[in-house]
């Protein structure tokens, strides 16, 4: 059975490594392949929002890794696991501080299981070189995707950019970002404005500063978040020797390029954040030189993930929005999901009983409703989790202002108030399991 990925970044990557990891054993034997539009580059310069996000591995800037998603990459090998934690850095905690200068609360990151795991900040070149390692280079097919189509005989077929001949699938994975080309195919390009991403109103800068770790940092093992009036500002070990550094701000006008004046963006960076008074904030923004913006993108709800033997995981399905902490999460239990779930549906393409028989499309069919039926629920309590927290991100008045830092300072200093203004979000973050949830629907009515 032919399996293609669409995407070479942390979701396809880590996709092809699952789906090799559950058919390793079994009498079906897979094709696996990965098509990736550009090779990775760790400085993109890109022009146009389109060229920001055509490429799954354009892979600059910084993430979190949080306890649910290192417990996935536990679950795909502790080799790769153990070599995330050693490129990146444990952040043991969260500390959010005001723009005014206290600090409002220090909350640890690690999760309820024994042992536990924490969250690991990490350049995102850091993960996807260990998984891309992982994975080998001679996997991925560096040609652009443009189109999918359904041929004669019901198969996606795959057409490229550069006119080489077409690929036919038995089963397309669109792991491409925000852009994607799968997606056209899911819903038809007659529908590709109804479900393009959406513009977030809040646009970012970011990157990486040639300094010392901070001994806040390494005291506390933290991982900054600076909250204030017009935005927030944010710092992290991306690794036990560098720094990683981002700003977002609300602005209700899309910039006119991803690319513009580093001069200009620079002195907007000073100006939004002259008052804050953390010299650590005015010692990364005087090291630092600016030119690119990254908008906020996220994907509107989509009423499926996938047909006609299509299937959407990561960001094309769900991208959400940053300060959810849960991008690079979600997209690798998307990956441990949609591995189990086709390790549970292809087999039955075989089986010896007729009342469970199931043809390919069948069986791919299946494994598509039940991804979705799966992992959608998870993906919507967190974007509403996420709505109730983004205010903070946004530009306040004073009042808004101190009563975000009330909010914050509540939870520090009585965490039962916490769990009473935002439920048992957290426990179900960490206690999620794609195993569980599964069974649970695999056996559910009976």
């Given at each position: ?9 942390i ?17 079906i ?7 990736e ?13 389109e ?10 800037g910084?993430l979190?890794?949080?306890p ?5 990459l ?28 206290f ?16 969250c690991?900040?990490s ?7 260990v998984l891309r390692?992982?994975v ?12 999918v ?24 994975v ?16 007659e ?25 806040e ?67 990364i ?26 299937i ?11 300060y ?43 494994a ?44 520090g200093?009585f ?32």
């Amino acid at each position: 059975m032919k399996v293609y990925i669409v995407g070479g970044g942390i979701a396809g990557l880590t996709t092809y490594l699952f789906l090799k990891k559950r058919f390793a054993d079994t009498q079906i034997p897979l094709e696996l392949r990965i098509f990736e539009s550009h090779k990775t580059t760790l400085t993109p310069s890109p022009t146009t929002f389109e060229e920001l996000s055509s490429s799954t591995a354009i892979v600059g800037g910084g993430l979190g890794i949080t306890p649910n998603g290192m417990r996935v990459l536990l679950d795909l090998d502790k080799d790769i696991h153990d070599a995330v934690v050693a490129q990146g850095f444990v952040c043991e905690n969260f500390v959010f501080k005001a723009a005014r200068g206290f600090r409002l609360i220090k909350t640890p990151t690690k999760d309820l299981k024994e042992p536990p795991e924490y969250c690991v900040s990490s350049s995102r070149q850091g993960l996807w070189e260990v998984l891309r390692d992982a994975v080998g280079f001679d996997i991925v097919d560096y040609r652009r995707v443009t189109q999918v189509l359904v041929d004669q005989y019901g198969k996606p077929v795959l057409r490229f950019a550069d006119g080489s001949p077409d690929e036919e699938a038995d089963l397309v994975v669109g792991a491409d970002g925000v852009r994607s080309t799968v997606k056209k195919a899911v819903f038809g390009e007659e529908n590709e404005t109804l479900y393009a991403p959406h513009f977030e109103d809040m646009v970012g800068v970011g990157g990486f500063v040639d300094m010392p770790i901070p001994e806040e940092i390494q005291q506390d093992k933290s991982m900054l978040h600076y909250l204030g009036p017009n935005g927030s500002f944010g710092v992290a070990a991306a690794s036990p020797t560098s720094l990683m550094w981002w700003s977002t701000n609300e602005t209700a006008q899309l910039p006119s390029s991803a690319k513009l004046d580093p001069s200009e963006l620079k002195a907007q960076l000073v100006a939004r954040h002259k008052n804050w008074k953390d010299p650590l904030i005015h010692a990364i923004i005087e090291s630092v030189e600016v030119d690119s913006v990254y908008p906020v993108w996220t994907t509107p709800p989509l009423p499926f993930w996938g047909a006609d033997r299509c299937i959407l995981i990561g960001d094309a399905a769900h991208a959400l929005q940053p300060y959810s902490g849960q991008g690079a999460s979600q997209a690798l239990e998307d990956a441990q999901t949609l591995s189990l779930l086709l390790s549970k549906y292809l087999p039955l393409v075989s089986s010896e009983d007729d009342a469970e028989r199931l043809e390919p499309s069948g069986a791919i069919a299946a494994a598509t409703k039940a991804f979705y039926e799966v992992r959608s629920p998870r993906v919507d309590a967190i974007v509403e989790f996420t709505k109730k927290i983004g205010s903070v991100k946004r530009d306040q008045n004073v009042v808004q202002e101190f009563m975000v830092y009330f909010f914050f300072w509540v939870m520090g200093q009585f965490p039962f108030m916490g769990k009473l203004l935002l439920g048992d979000y957290n426990e179900k973050l960490a206690s999620w399991n794609a195993y569980e949830e599964v069974e649970k629907y695999l056996n559910r009515g009976k």
